[in-house]
């Protein structure tokens, strides 16, 4: 039986760093008030479009999978924050890698789901034999959508990139189960309102021009109803009890859902990656970002089953259950990163702030 693996990992966190003690000067915010109501501590903020960072995230996982790019035959970007409209970001990142004509790229937008969609299309695509090694890029610039006007999710987000290749294996590990949902019932409680145009208003749009809104409450009371479902149900369809799940590698929004969904998968804390604290919310990128520090800090071990649980935009949710193969380290490395930047923080969200207005403490 065909089964997809994971056999490279690789990310890209920018330089910038924007703490909240930065925060504590610019808004009406407090170190406390956030690192209680979120596990947040800092995030970063980048000075690049968000395929530059695919692109060297998945320079890293390619050499990681000992793989050369026209090796791929399938790119697949997660991201709600695009390079362009037209082409996808898919595109950009295709190019940069410098891919062949016939290696295929899209876009796929499942918000903050978007890694675990893509891993679950990965790999049913190679199970089916349509594909036969698919290089999976998260990458977001959530930065260039934030509203340092609005406290509430001014604090919540920031940029990374995380990729994987994702291979057929005959063996007894892989992709074991995933599940994917839509709640569209409630998709005003997350967006960025009259987002026609493009993912990238800072650069590209005049005012009036949304950032960021959310309802706090009640994404938060949805998301841990639904990746507590999603992940129960996953391990189930795995076939697996739930003493024998290894190691939740949760979306990181919140501490407070990180801990919920840990409880109703009966987890204790060492069995569940965090990173929450030094890149708060990267959309689709968090989940990628997370596997590769896991993997770098000892987490998982050969023969693990990892539990992947996500909840976003939409709203969307997904759980997926993978068990480990033999191999935890990188097969080769990448000197890859991305280009010097000498902006300065504030240089960085000067656009923020020309495009939805100076933040109380600056005006
Ligand atoms: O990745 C996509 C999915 N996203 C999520 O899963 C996020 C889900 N939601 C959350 O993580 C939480 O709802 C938040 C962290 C966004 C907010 O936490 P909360 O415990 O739900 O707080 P709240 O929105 O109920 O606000 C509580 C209070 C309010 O003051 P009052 O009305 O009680 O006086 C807010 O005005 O906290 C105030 N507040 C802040 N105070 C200091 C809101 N933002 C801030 C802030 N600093 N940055």
Not at 319 to 335: F, I, K, M
């Amino acid at each position: 039986m065909t089964r997809a693996a994971i056999t490279g990992w690789g990310k890209c966190v920018p330089p910038t760093v924007l703490s909240n003690a930065d925060l504590e000067r610019m808004i009406d915010t407090s170190d406390e008030w956030i690192t209680v109501r979120s596990g947040i501590k800092e995030r970063r903020i980048s000075h690049v479009e968000p395929s530059e960072m695919a692109a060297v995230a998945s320079e890293h996982a390619l050499a990681a999978a000992g793989r050369d790019i026209g090796e791929i035959d399938l790119i697949i970007v997660a991201s709600c924050t695009s390079d362009s409209v037209i082409p996808a970001t898919a595109a950009h990142v295709h190019r940069l890698l410098g891919a062949p004509v016939p290696t295929a790229a899209f876009d796929l937008n499942a918000n903050c789901s978007g890694f675990v969609y893509s891993l679950i299309n990965a790999a049913k695509m190679i199970e089916s034999g349509m594909h036969s090694r698919v290089l999976v890029a998260a990458t977001e610039r959530l930065s260039a959508l934030l509203d340092f006007t609005d406290r509430s999710t001014a604090v919540l987000f920031g940029d990374a990139a995380g990729a994987v290749v994702v291979e057929p294996t005959e063996e007894d590990h892989g992709l074991l189960s995933g599940f994917v949902q839509m709640d569209s019932s409630a998709l005003g409680y997350l967006e960025v309102p009259n987002d026609g145009l493009s993912g990238m208003p800072a650069r590209s749009l005049e005012p009036p021009h949304g950032g960021i809104t959310m309802n706090g409450r009640e994404v938060f009371r949805r998301a841990v109803v639904a990746m507590g479902d999603l992940s129960v149900r996953a391990v189930a369809e795995a076939g697996l009890g739930l003493e024998e799940v290894d190691l939740l590698i949760p979306h990181q929004a919140n501490m407070r859902i990180i801990d919920a969904t840990a409880k109703r998968l009966k987890l204790p804390s060492e069995k569940v990656y965090t990173n929450i604290h030094a890149y708060g919310n990267t959309s689709a990128a968090t989940i990628p970002v997370a596997l590769v520090e896991a993997l770098e800090q000892g987490y998982i071990s050969a023969g693990a089953n990892v539990v992947f649980a996500a909840f976003g935009g939409g709203l969307t949710a997904g759980a997926a259950v993978l068990r480990w193969g033999e191999r935890t380290e990188p097969l080769g490395r990448s000197e890859a990163s991305l280009a010097p930047t000498d902006r300065s923080l504030m240089e960085l969200l000067e656009a923020n702030f020309r495009v939805y207005g100076y933040p109380e403490k600056l005006r």
